[in-house]
């Protein structure tokens, strides 16, 4: 076995103050070192401040550090991505691009510990308000009627007062010594955890897929693993999200499962 590439990403927010929170996402792969940085007011969630860290590499270690001034103003949250496209045309990376991405789902994730300051008089107040918009998004939000444990009760009664989310991804390309490949990607989080294997023929056709989920808020979760079976036999490099997404069960599926499975993708795309 050829161990041919690793992708690693940390994710997390944290209040500075009674006012700003930061989000920074810290990336590395084979080739690259990249950060992303936010400085976000607490209570509209928009970007006061943001750069990016380009890192060097063996040979030249040197860093820079980018302002990336068209994002102040702009929102960190769910529904955002046209104007964070807008504001990020200077920058031509795609992966610094989508490092500001999983910096906002860092930030929308935290909101479940900012809910006061989001104009909501409790946590049960903010529950009933996720459940109302993000009806039918997810696996979770699609089947309400069947889930056990409630967001406000995954959550508990104390709520975090500093550090306010983390997340840790990771992507392993591999090839066998068939000349077949394998990709491991995991998921761990403060409210989740799951991992993906693919095996892959030597054409890069998917021809094996598992994936395991030991921490989500419900076991109704679970049940999105089933929408793997949907992928054997495509070919997963160059694959747009969507039609991943689609292939996954959409709203039947699991977002952050489709995330690890892009990773995956955007694997085979860099390596």
């Known amino acids: 076995m050829e161990f ?19 989000a920074r996402t810290t990336y590395l792969d084979t080739r690259v070192e990249r950060e992303i940085v936010l400085r976000i007011e607490a209570e509209s969630l928009d970007i006061e401040e943001a750069w990016l860290l380009r890192l060097g590499r ?20 769910l529904g955002s991505g046209p104007e964070l496209r807008q504001a990020l045309r200077s920058v031509e990376d795609e992966l610094e691009c989508s490092l500001v991405n999983d910096t906002v789902i860092a930030v929308v994730q935290a909101e479940s510990f900012l809910y ?3 104009g909501y008089n409790d946590a049960a ?12 998004s997810c696996r979770y939000y699609s089947n309400l009627e069947r889930v056990k444990v409630s ?14 989310f983390d997340r840790c991804k990771n992507q392993q390309l591999f090839r066998e ?12 989080d403060s409210f989740h955890h799951m991992t993906a ?24 979760c679970r049940e999105s693993t089933g929408q793997l079976a949907n992928i054997i036999g495509h070919t997963l ?22 995330d690890l499975l892009y990773d995956s993708a955007r694997i085979l795309e860099l390596c």
């Open 4 to 22: 041919l590439f690793q992708r690693f990403w940390h994710s997390f927010a944290e209040r500075l103050d009674e006012k700003y929170i930061i």
């Open 58 to 77: 063996p040979g030249m270690m040197a860093d820079s550090r980018e302002e990336l001034q068209a994002l102040k103003g702009v929102k960190a949250y």
């Open 116 to 118: 006061r300051e989001r």
């Open 125 to 136: 107040q903010y529950t009933r308000a996720w459940e109302e918009f993000y009806l039918g």
């Open 151 to 164: 967001w406000g009760d995954f959550i508990g009664a104390f709520s975090r007062e500093t550090r306010l």
């Open 177 to 188: 010594d068939n000349g077949t490949y394998r990709i491991n990607g995991s998921i761990i």
């Open 197 to 220: 294997c693919l095996e892959l023929d030597q054409d890069m056709t998917i021809s094996q897929a598992w994936a395991d989920m030991p921490r989500v808020p419900d076991g109704v």
């Open 237 to 258: 490099a160059g694959k747009p999200k969507k039609e991943l997404a689609r292939l996954l069960g959409a709203g039947q599926g699991c977002v952050h499962l489709i």
